[in-house]
Structures are given as structure tokens and as C-alpha cells.
């Protein structure tokens, strides 16, 4: 089981794209893997016969053989008849068999859901498993249905509960100014030719913030054993929601790229999200992460810290507000920004420091084309 993300401590066989016994080829996909992050695609790393040993569904941690890829074809799996009865012996994985063995349950009585019938661990768990005891009445509050995580929802919901056990945070608040970036957008928007993409909000504080992270190193560091990390690389992570689940795609080197590159990388990444094509390369890496609820109305939140990063930048939605200017109150618009940090390493007056030039680069975005 290989490494496919930066997080991952194991995965999962979704389903094999090859059969065992398949020649495969260099680069050619091999598996569809779920991990912490995303399910996807493992290719082959050299050429030669396809030997399967972890089956669909199955879930082992990274470095424990699932596959064999050899020059030779894979001997019928047939085993020698059992001393006891005169039966084969059936066909099952190493960890059924084990389970198999720890739950009393007889892989003869078996039908296998595996490649060419192989018994898998899903198989015997199924067959371990108690009789349901009757469901309770609905009760005063309705009829029960239990659902399942996914893998996916199940390592988020580990990260996140170690995020907040694990990190002393904390949270500062700021409003936006975001009439001249409304500005600029729009000339944009009335200068784009067919094709162009022309940049969102979002990607005005993606950039805002990878400037603003190139100025202040603490704030693109991890506490990680008791040190500080410090990165070279600025590389913001941007959330994206996606079939129940959040997946944070990351945008390297965000402060060298220009502004409406930033705009078509975020579309792209976004898109292999949701389309299940984004690569393990692009869901590690990340330095910072910006998450934003705007389009869903919310006027502000705090976000949760992804870990070992040193902060998180929490957008709201583009309000128009009543504002005092000069005395008189005067239409105005207006965003909030919400920055929570990790405490032992990036304090109260860096922090502010960091969040304050994040809002003078939207204040004045002009400068966000300029670099």
C-alpha cells in the first residue's frame, strides 16, 4: 500500500482496474484507492504479470503488500485437498483468513466477492456478524437509520478531533474593505476575452494571503515534535466541498504565480475533485489553507486548524453594509476574514501582523496584479 498522502497512515482498495493475471504496463492504472483525503488512482510502477493479494474493500496500512507484479503468470490457486474432509481449500485473502480464523467462521460456507471469488475480509466480517437485535419503536424521535462513514469522513473526523485536542488555537477577526476589489473584478470581468477565467474573490485572498505568507514565514510553518518548521515554499490548500466530504487540493507556490493563473489552477483542481481525478501529488504539499463558506451565505466562522499547519484562513460572504465614511453613511461592502492559529508558534501580535496585510492587499488589489 503506498503513500498517497502527506497524512495517510492506510487505505483502502475501492476496486481493482486490473484482473489478476493481467499484464500491465509502466504508468497503467492500477487501483482505485480511498484514503484519508480522496480515492485515487494507484498506477503501476514497472511492467509484468498482475499478482492480487488484497481484495476489494479491504483496508491495510501503508507498506503492506496488496499486489505482485512479476514476469511470471500466477499458478491456479487451487490449493491441495484438506487432510481432514478431501475439500480444496478455499480461495481467501491473508487477512480473511485470519479473521477467519479469530471469529470461528468456515471459509468453505463462503462465496467470495473478491477477484475470481476470492474470499475478502468484508466477506468474513459479514459472516461474523451477530444476528441484528430487533429495532426499537420510532419513539419521539422517528424511525432510526444508522449510516456508515466513508474512509474519507472517518480520517476527517480523526483529524479534526486531534486538531482541536491537540492545538491550543485560537481566533482573530477582521472586516474587509472589498469595494475596490468589486472594482477591480468587474473590470476584469468587462475586459475578458471568450475563455478567459476571470479571477473570484477567492482567489483574490488566495493570493492575498501567499503574498502575505512569503512576509511573515511564521505563519507558513507546522509546531511539529516539540519544533518549529519553517517552509521555503508557500503552497495554500483551498477547501473544497465534494459527495459529502472535504478535500483540500493544494495550489504550490501561490505566491509566484499571477493572479489569473491562480484563477485557472483553483478552477482545475476544483473540478478533478469533484470529477474524482485529482492526484495525490495535488492533495499534499499544502503550507496554509483558506476555506470559504461565502457562496453559502455565511457571514463568518472560524475553521478548523488542518494539522501540523500553523493556521487556517476562515472567508465569509461579500455583504453590503451601511457604513460610516467621513462623517456620512454611505453604502458599503464589506467582508470578514477569520484567522485561527496554532499558539505555539504563531502568537497574538504576529498572527495580527499577518492578518493585518492580508486585508491591506484586498484593500488595495491592485498590487495583486503585480506580482
Known amino acids: 500500500m503506498p503513500r498517497l498522502s502527506d497524512s495517510m497512515e492506510e487505505g483502502t482498495i475501492v476496486r481493482w482496474l486490473k484482473r489478476d493475471g493481467d499484464r500491465v504496463a509502466q504508468g497503467e492504472p492500477l487501483a482505485e484507492v480511498e484514503t484519508d483525503k480522496a480515492t485515487v488512482t494507484f498506477d503501476a510502477d514497472t511492467d509484468g504479470t498482475l499478482r492480487i493479494l488484497v481484495g476489494e474493500g479491504e483496508t491495510v496500512r501503508i507498506g503492506q503488500l496488496i499486489a505482485r507484479i512479476g514476469e511470471a503468470p500466477r499458478a491456479p490457486e487451487s490449493a491441495p485437498a484438506s487432510a481432514e474432509n478431501g475439500a480444496p481449500r478455499a480461495k481467501a485473502s491473508p487477512l480473511a483468513r485470519r479473521l477467519a480464523q479469530e471469529s470461528g467462521v468456515d471459509l468453505s460456507q463462503l462465496a467470495g466477492s473478491g477477484p475470481g471469488g476470492r474470499i475478502v475480509r468484508s466477506d468474513v466480517a459479514a459472516a461474523a456478524e451477530p444476528p441484528a437485535p430487533p429495532r426499537p419503536g420510532r419513539g419521539n424521535k422517528g424511525a432510526l437509520t444508522i449510516q456508515q462513514p466513508s474512509r474519507i469522513q472517518v480520517q476527517i473526523a480523526q483529524r479534526m478531533a486531534e486538531s482541536k485536542a491537540t492545538i491550543p488555537d485560537f481566533s482573530l477577526h477582521a472586516e474587509v474593505d472589498m469595494e475596490q476589489a468589486v472594482a477591480l473584478r468587474e473590470q476584469l470581468r468587462k475586459g475578458a476575452r471568450d475563455g478567459d477565467v476571470v479571477p473570484s474573490y477567492n482567489d483574490m485572498v488566495v493570493k492575498a494571503c501567499a503574498l502575505a505568507l512569503r512576509e511573515h514565514p511564521r505563519a507558513n510553518a507546522a509546531?511539529?515534535?516539540?519544533?518549529?518548521?519553517?517552509?521555503?515554499?508557500?503552497?495554500?490548500?483551498?477547501?473544497?466541498?465534494?459527495?459529502?466530504?472535504?478535500?483540500?487540493?493544494?495550489?504550490?507556490?501561490?505566491?509566484?504565480?499571477?493572479?489569473?493563473?491562480?484563477?485557472?489552477?483553483?478552477?482545475?483542481?476544483?473540478?478533478?475533485?469533484?470529477?474524482?481525478?485529482?492526484?495525490?501529488?495535488?492533495?499534499?504539499?499544502?503550507?496554509?489553507?483558506?476555506?470559504?463558506?461565502?457562496?453559502?451565505?455565511?457571514?463568518?466562522?472560524?475553521?478548523?486548524?488542518?494539522?501540523?499547519?500553523?493556521?487556517?484562513?476562515?472567508?465569509?460572504?461579500?455583504?453590503?453594509?451601511?457604513?460610516?465614511?467621513?462623517?456620512?453613511?454611505?453604502?458599503?461592502?464589506?467582508?470578514?476574514?477569520?484567522?485561527?492559529?496554532?499558539?505555539?508558534?504563531?502568537?497574538?501580535?504576529?498572527?495580527a501582523e499577518f492578518l493585518a496585510r492580508v486585508r491591506a492587499l484586498l484593500e488595495q488589489p491592485a498590487y495583486l496584479l503585480l506580482s
Open 223 to 351: 509546531y511539529r515534535d516539540g519544533a518549529f518548521e519553517l517552509y521555503e515554499r508557500v503552497n495554500v490548500g483551498i477547501a473544497v466541498a465534494a459527495e459529502d466530504t472535504l478535500i483540500v487540493p493544494t495550489l504550490f507556490d501561490a505566491d509566484r504565480k499571477l493572479l489569473p493563473d491562480i484563477a485557472r489552477e483553483a478552477r482545475a483542481l476544483a473540478e478533478r475533485v469533484r470529477q474524482r481525478t485529482v492526484t495525490p501529488a495535488e492533495l499534499s504539499g499544502a503550507t496554509f489553507t483558506v476555506s470559504n463558506l461565502g457562496m453559502y451565505g455565511v457571514a463568518s466562522f472560524a475553521a478548523i486548524i488542518n494539522p501540523p499547519q500553523a493556521a487556517i484562513l476562515a472567508v465569509g460572504e461579500l455583504r453590503e453594509l451601511p457604513v460610516v465614511r467621513e462623517g456620512l453613511l454611505v453604502p458599503g461592502v464589506r467582508m470578514s476574514l477569520v484567522l485561527t492559529c496554532d499558539h505555539r508558534i504563531l502568537y497574538g501580535a504576529p498572527a
